[in-house]
């Protein structure tokens, strides 16, 4: 696999993975915007990754080899609906960031496999 | 990703607003009811949410992470009884007064436009949802 297709691919599958699960918790934090006593999660990674980044000696393959696991963490709030509604929004267009990435990446791969014959 | 239990939470959250917004209605039809078939005036009706873990085939960590809401039932606000002076009224009792329902039409109406706000809410979840499954199918074309 990495023979043709280098990290790229394996990387933002877990990009995708990452914001597949945060999605799942924005979705859960909206449904129960009105539950009593429910309070609203998120998953923590970002915060994790700065830190990591702000390591010496950190590159981007110490961190490819040393991955970070995104936790789902309870907050002590309640669920703040224009939040979650942002945090959603932003979140999506985070996938399909990713998902463009990776059809551009296979594109170029195939437009060099038709070159290539 | 498991986006059927995406798509569910999401599902969850707008039934769950649904049947508010139902009960909402029908006390606020009910508001004049002085007589129902159990007797008595009408009693307000409340809805109850809770969150419960959604089962399914999650990662461990995920299993206690995820909730969707669960109407825990429909209670009835025993306390919701006005009396009006009405003698003129054939179910007035030997004072004069009349068993209404309490309902304030204002707490009623908000409440709706909470529970409106909050359907639509799980509404642009789901839609986001599907939105994110429909470039997951598409990518590579």
Redesign the interface.
């Known amino acids: 696999m990495e023979m043709l297709f280098g990290k790229t691919i394996s990387l933002l599958s877990q990009v995708l993975d990452y914001h597949a699960r945060r999605h799942e918790t924005i979705v859960s934090n909206i449904a129960n915007v009105d539950t009593p006593g429910y309070r609203a999660k998120d998953v923590v990674f970002e915060k994790e990754l700065a830190l990591r980044m702000g390591e010496r000696g950190a590159t981007a393959d110490s961190l490819y080899e040393n991955r970070i696991v995104a936790r789902v963490m309870e907050t002590k709030d309640p669920v703040n609906i224009d939040r979650e509604m942002s945090r959603l929004a932003e979140n999506t267009i985070k996938y399909n960031l990713g998902i463009e990435l990776i059809s551009r990446k296979l594109k170029t791969l195939r437009e060099l496999a038709r070159e290539v014959r | ?2 986006f059927s ?2 798509l569910q ?2 599902a ?2 707008f039934e ?2 649904r049947r ?1 917004i139902d009960v909402i209605v029908e006390n606020l039809a009910n508001m004049e009811t002085n007589k129902t078939p159990g007797g008595g005036p009408y009693l307000r009706k409340v809805v109850l ?3 419960e873990p ?1 089962r399914g085939d999650f990662d461990s ?2 299993e206690e ?5 669960k109407v825990d039932g429909i209670r009835r606000d025993n306390n919701a009884v006005k009396e009006s002076y009405k003698p003129g009224h054939p179910d007035a009792d030997e004072r004069g007064f009349v068993r209404f329902p309490d309902i304030n039409a204002i707490t009623e109406m908000a409440d709706m436009i ?2 409106h ?2 359907y639509e ?2 509404v ?2 789901f839609d ?2 599907k ?2 499954v429909m ?2 199918l ?4």
Do not use: P, Y
């Open positions: 990703m498991d239990g995406t939470i999401s969850s959250g769950a607003q508010k949410f809770s969150s959604l960590f995920f992470a995820l909730h969707q809401v909470m529970a706000r909050a809410a799980s642009t979840a986001a949802t939105n994110m470039k997951t598409e990518m590579g074309k």
